[in-house]
T-cell receptor, first 115, second 115 residues
Framework: AQSVTQLDSHVSVSEGTPVLLRCNYS??????LFWYVQHPNKGLQLLLK??????LVKGINGFEAEFKKSETSFHLTKPSAHMSDAAEYFC?????????????FGSGTRLSIRP | DTAVSQTPKYLVTQMGNDKSIKCEQN?????MYWYKQDSKKFLKIMFS???????INETVPNRFSPKSPDKAHLNLHINSLELGDSAVYFC??????????????FGPGTRLLVL
């Protein structure tokens, strides 16, 4: 069975400091992993995805994530937070079968940025 | 040139009514989805269609009936609305393959409030 756990429901950092949003997954198969961002009252936007190529994945807006199979983790990082990064972030695990994917979202991490 | 669009954006209605939410994508994708996001921001997949065929049907009450007239449209009809149906409903589409779960492109969401 597939599952994903976001370890922090809320993370608060100062502008200009590093961001770390933690995600652990469980999957019986080789997973595909995604991070999506949702700004207030908006839809979801893909930040980055891992699909068994390079384990360090670079995304938009300076975000990146590293797939660590030994730790079953896919943590999202950014070297320097910007005020516009304040949003809800979702870690997603996906397993393909037939012609669609089984997709499971984490519970989300709210990122706040202090001036 | 909106990729995934939903109508209406807001929907306020009385308990017991029947309502529909429409979704259209102009990305040429084969697969479309409906998600429900509750007040705690938790996202759960409800349905997935591929080329008008139902692929995923999570444990959703049968008051919810998706309809896909063609692969660019996936509408959601809800009968006998209940207070617990209040949520944000997101439509999404992707171009999935058997070995490459696709990136999902989300619509802006429909905020449903049942009074």
């Amino acid at each position: 069975a597939q599952s994903v756990t976001q370890l922090d429901s809320h993370v608060s950092v100062s502008e200009g400091t590093p961001v770390l949003l933690r995600c652990n997954y469980s999957s019986s198969y080789s997973p595909s992993l995604f991070w999506y961002v949702q700004h207030p009252n908006k839809g979801l936007q893909l930040l980055l995805k891992y699909t068994s190529a390079a384990t360090l994945v670079k995304g938009i807006n300076g975000f990146e994530a590293e797939f660590k199979k030994s730790e079953t983790s896919f943590h999202l990082t950014k070297p320097s937070a910007h005020m516009s990064d304040a949003a809800e972030y979702f870690c997603v695990v996906s397993v393909s079968y037939s012609s669609a994917s089984k997709i499971i979202f984490g519970s989300g991490t709210r990122l706040s940025i202090r001036p | 040139d909106t990729a995934v669009s939903q109508t209406p954006k807001y929907l306020v209605t009385q308990m017991g009514n029947d309502k529909s939410i429409k979704c259209e994508q102009n990305l040429g994708h084969d697969t479309m989805y409906w998600y429900k996001q509750d007040s705690k921001k938790f996202l759960k997949i409800m349905f997935s269609y591929n080329n008008k065929e139902l692929i995923i049907n999570e444990t959703v009450p049968n008051r919810f009936s998706p309809k896909s007239p063609d692969k660019a449209h996936l509408n959601l009809h809800i009968n006998s609305l209940e207070l617990g149906d209040s949520a944000v409903y997101f439509c999404a589409s992707s171009q999935d393959g058997a070995n490459s779960p696709g990136t999902q492109y989300f619509g802006p969401g429909t905020r449903l409030l049942v009074l």
